[in-house]
C-alpha cells in the first residue's frame, strides 16, 4: 500500500487495551503523532470508555465491545472467560468500527494496536490497512514472552537459571509469574505469549522504551524483526525535553493531585518516601499492615496512594494525614514524582512507572506483586543499578523492619547516592532520546519518534 504523505493527514486508529498501564502510553503516543500532523482516532472497550478523562478534544474516541459494556471485566467470571470474550466480542466489534469509518469515507490508513490484541492485526488485514502492533512491555519481558512462542523456553520452568540471547541470567523469582501459575491455571501465560503469533505479518513492531536502555536487545530484535522502533518513552513532554507547555499529563486522570503537591511543597528536598503500586496490585491485609507500620515507625515523611477500594485493608486508626505522611487514593504520579521533596519511589515496578522514575530520576524500592513487575526489578536493581528489591520472608511478606533497612539504604547512605547518580544518567538519556537532535540520529538508527513520522 502506498504510504501517504504528511500533508495529506494519514488517519492513525490507535486501539488501547483497557487498563490505566495501556491507555497512558498509547494516549501520550497518539498525542505525539498528531503534533506530527497525523489525524488520531482512539479506540477502547466501551465499559472503559467511561474512565476516560481529558482527552484531547482534536483526537477523536470510538468504541468496541468486549462484551461486558454494563459492569465490566468482573463480571466474565475468570481471566480466560474475559480473555475469550474479548476475543470474540472484540474482533468483532472491531471489523464493524473499521466498516463503518471506511463507509462514512473517514478512511484508515493504520492501525496501531496494543499487543495484546493480536486479533486486530487479522481484522486490520482483512480492509487492506497498515497495522503496527504496540508493545507496553518492556523488550526484556517480550524476548521471555518470544521465547515461549518459538518453543525455546517452556513452562512451567525446567532450568535453574534461564539464559536468554542478550538477557542477564535470569533466576526464578526475576521471571514473569504466569510461570508459576501455568500448570494451575495456562491461559494467562498463553495470552501473553498469543501476542507474538501474527507479529511478523505487522508493517511496524513499536516498543515503549528507548534506545539506550535496551540497545543489546534492540540490536538483537532488529535482525529478527526489521521493522522494530523503540518509540519511548513516551511520557508527557513537561516531564521530558519541555518542548511542548500544555503536554503535562496523561489523557486519564483522578481527583486530589493538587493536594499532595502542596503537601509535598514545605517538604525539604529529598525527604519524602512515595508509596505506590499501580492501578492493579492488591495486597493482603497483612502486608498492608507491615507497609503501614514501617512507614509510621520510619523518621522520614511519606506520601502513599492506597486506591479506594483497598483502602480498608489500612490497619484501624491509620491516620491519613499527619505532619508526617499523606495517604491518597489516586495522585498525579509523574507530577509526584517530579517534585523535589521525594527521595525514593516504593513500587510495584510495573512497566509505566519503572519508566517514569527512569525518565525523572528517583530511585526505587520494589515489591512487585504480577505479572512483569519481577522482571521489572531485576533490571532496574541489577542493569540499570537505580534501586534495590524488597526481600520477602516465607510468606511472601516484605517485613516493616526489612523495608525500613532499604528506605535508610536509600535515604541516607553512599549506596542510594549512587542510585541516584544513576537515576540521573538515565533521566538524561531519555531527555536526549526525545529531543530533536537526538531523534534524527536515532531515526537513521531505527527510531520513530518526533519528526520522524515520515520516515515509516
Ligand atoms: C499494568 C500492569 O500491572 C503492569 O505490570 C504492566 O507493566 C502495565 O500494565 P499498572 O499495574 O497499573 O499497569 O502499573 P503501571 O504500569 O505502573 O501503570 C500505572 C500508571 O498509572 C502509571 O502511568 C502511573 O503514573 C499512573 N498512576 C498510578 C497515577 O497517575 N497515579 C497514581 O496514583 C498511581
Not at 463507509?103 to 486479533?119: L, M, Q
Not at 486490520?124 to 518470544?146: C, D, E, H, P, W
Not at 524483526?225 to 521530558?240: E, Q, T, V, Y
Amino acid at each position: 500500500m502506498e504510504k501517504k504523505s504528511i500533508t495529506s493527514r494519514a488517519h492513525c486508529l490507535v486501539l488501547a487495551f483497557p487498563g490505566q498501564g495501556h491507555i497512558n502510553p498509547m494516549l501520550q503516543f497518539s498525542k505525539l503523532l498528531e503534533r506530527q500532523g497525523v489525524r488520531i482516532t482512539l479506540v477502547t472497550t466501551r465499559f472503559y470508555s467511561k474512565n476516560l478523562q481529558n482527552v484531547p478534544p482534536s483526537i477523536a474516541l470510538e468504541t468496541i465491545s468486549d462484551g461486558f459494556d454494563e459492569v465490566g471485566p468482573q463480571e466474565a467470571g475468570s481471566p480466560k472467560a474475559y480473555i475469550d470474550r474479548l476475543c470474540q466480542v472484540g474482533s468483532e466489534t472491531f471489523h464493524e468500527l473499521l466498516e463503518k469509518l471506511g463507509k462514512s469515507r473517514n478512511h484508515v490508513d493504520c492501525v496501531i494496536y496494543d499487543s495484546f490484541f493480536p486479533w486486530a492485526l487479522d481484522v486490520t488485514k482483512r480492509f487492506g490497512i497498515l497495522g503496527a502492533s504496540y508493545l507496553t512491555q518492556n523488550m526484556t519481558v517480550n524476548n521471555i514472552y518470544y521465547h515461549v512462542h518459538l518453543g525455546t523456553l517452556q513452562a512451567p520452568l525446567k532450568e535453574h537459571e534461564i539464559s536468554l540471547p542478550k538477557l542477564p541470567k535470569l533466576q526464578h523469582e526475576d521471571m514473569p509469574s504466569f510461570f508459576f501459575t501455568y500448570e494451575e491455571d495456562p491461559s494467562m501465560l498463553d495470552f501473553f505469549v498469543v501476542q507474538f503469533s501474527n507479529i511478523d505479518k505487522a508493517d511496524w513492531i513499536l516498543c515503549n522504551t528507548y534506545y539506550e536502555l535496551d540497545k543489546e536487545i534492540v540490536d538483537w530484535i532488529m535482525e529478527i524483526w526489521p521493522k522494530f522502533r523503540s518509540i519511548g518513552p513516551n511520557i508527557p513532554s513537561l516531564f521530558l525535553d519541555k518542548r511542548y507547555e500544555n503536554d503535562q499529563d496523561y489523557g486519564v486522570t483522578e481527583f486530589k493531585r493538587d493536594e499532595c503537591i502542596e503537601w509535598l511543597d514545605d517538604k525539604p528536598k529529598g525527604s519524602v518516601v512515595y508509596v505506590s503500586f499501580g492501578s492493579i496490585a492488591t495486597f493482603g491485609d497483612e502486608q498492608m499492615e507491615e507497609l503501614a507500620c514501617c512507614l509510621k515507625e520510619s523518621l522520614g515523611y511519606f506520601l502513599w496512594v492506597v486506591r479506594a477500594s483497598e483502602e480498608t485493608k489500612l490497619p484501624k486508626g491509620f491516620e491519613k494525614k499527619t505532619k508526617k505522611g499523606l495517604v491518597v487514593t489516586w495522585c498525579s504520579q509523574l507530577k509526584v514524582l517530579a517534585h523535589e521533596a521525594i527521595g525514593c519511589f516504593v513500587t510495584h515496578c510495573g512497566w509505566n512507572s519503572t519508566l517514569e522514575t527512569l525518565c525523572l530520576g528517583v530511585p526505587i524500592i520494589a515489591i512487585p506483586f504480577w505479572s512483569d513487575q519481577s522482571t521489572n526489578a531485576k533490571l532496574m536493581a541489577d542493569v540499570w543499578k537505580i534501586g534495590i528489591r524488597a526481600p520477602i520472608d516465607d510468606n511472601k511478606v516484605v517485613r516493616r523492619e526489612a523495608l525500613k533497612h532499604c528506605i535508610r539504604e536509600i535515604m541516607e547512605n553512599e549506596k542510594g547516592k549512587e542510585m541516584k547518580s544513576n537515576a540521573i544518567r538515565w533521566k538524561t538519556l531519555a531527555v536526549k532520546a526525545v529531543s530533536d537532535d537526538e531523534c534524527h540520529a536515532l531515526v537513521r538508527r531505527h527510531h520513530v519518534g518526533p519528526a520522524s513520522i515520515r520516515n515509516w
